[in-house]
């Protein structure tokens, strides 16, 4: 290779490493935030949920237990609650949200909101050929569910579907 294809391979190198640790700062290639390394950074020691009823809190606390004992910016917490979210969803419970509410961390405790997604009411409206209960059968349990869950919402509208003129 020509010295000059070696230098510039060199320099684009160096860009790379550069671009990388301006983007992702001194953890770009995952290596663990030292203590005190990031002054908006809080130590973490716990983290409690609230609102949770459909998934338990010792099944949350094994989602995030990578999460603990570590100093973590806000960003990282955002992450954390993304992933709770996520964790809902995968077991079908497509409306959940988990969010930091206002807060401020006390005793290394970190606090995440999760709203499930609660069902009201179900309204059947417009013309059909059927009565009203006749369409929410469909949807008992769902609704005695409370938290919507995609596997009950849509057997319900599925059976709905194969109904003619509604």
């Not at 020691?45 to 459909?54: H, L, R, S, Y």
């Not at 964790?87 to 409306?95: K, N, P, V």
């Not at 059909?128 to 209960?133: E, S, V």
């Amino acid at each position: 290779m020509k010295a000059s294809t070696v230098d510039n391979l060199r320099q684009s190198v160096i860009l790379t490493a550069v671009f990388f640790m301006m983007v992702f700062g001194s953890n770009a290639w995952g290596q663990p935030r030292q203590p005190g390394g990031d002054p908006g950074a809080v130590l973490i020691q716990k983290i409690e949920f609230i609102g949770n009823t459909v998934i338990d809190t010792e099944a949350l606390q094994k989602v995030v237990k990578d999460f603990v004992n570590r100093e973590l910016t806000l960003e990282d917490m955002s992450e954390l609650a993304d992933l709770v979210t996520m964790t809902y969803q995968e077991r079908g419970y497509i409306l959940a949200r988990a969010y930091l509410p206002e807060q401020e961390i006390q005793s290394g405790i970190l606090k995440i909101a999760i709203a499930e997604g609660r069902i009201g009411k179900v309204v059947v409206s417009g013309k059909t050929h059927y009565h009203d209960r006749v369409v929410k059968r469909f949807f008992k349990k769902q609704e005695a569910h409370k938290v919507v869950n995609e596997a009950l919402l849509e057997k319900g509208l599925l059976y709905t579907k194969g109904m003619e003129d509604l």
